[in-house]
């Protein structure tokens, strides 16, 4: 089992930046591709990123596709995503987690919170206008 805890998060104005580190903790982290999602108030939890366990295959939803980067540092057992050009729209509760396996369980183009686990408790994001 892994266990997972998100930091970085803060608040910013447009066009800010912010980096997110979620800092893993067992035996099994560089096993397992792992995602980033976000969920704003009143809106279901969304994709953002993610990336396989040797950190050669890297996703993105369109709307942070140029702006966010997700990496990873196995020795360090922590990921990363770096969010550029914030736009108020990023505002939300970021979580990392883990898929099932080393590959990131795509359904067509995209992945879903629900093929993931060892959820963090989040942090928050706030870009202001």
């Known amino acids: 089992q892994v266990q997972l805890v998100e930091s970085g998060g803060g608040l910013v104005q447009t066009g800010g930046s912010l980096r997110l580190s979620c800092a893993a903790s067992?035996?099994?982290?560089?096993?397992?591709?792992m995602g980033w999602f976000r969920q704003a108030p009143g809106k279901e939890r969304e994709s953002v990123a993610a990336i396989t366990w040797r950190g050669g295959r890297l996703y993105y939803v369109d709307s942070v596709k140029g702006r966010f980067t997700i990496s990873r540092d196995n020795v360090k057992n922590t990921v990363y995503l770096q969010m550029n050009s914030l736009k108020p729209e990023d505002s939300a509760v970021y979580y990392c987690?883990?898929?099932?396996?080393?590959?990131?369980?795509?359904?067509?183009?995209?992945?879903?919170?629900?093929?993931?686990?060892?959820w963090g408790q989040g942090t928050q994001v706030t870009v202001s206008s």
């Open positions: 067992g035996l099994t982290f560089s096993s397992y591709a």
């Open positions: 987690a883990a898929a099932m396996g080393p590959e990131v369980p795509l359904w067509g183009s995209t992945w879903y919170p629900r093929d993931f686990h060892s």
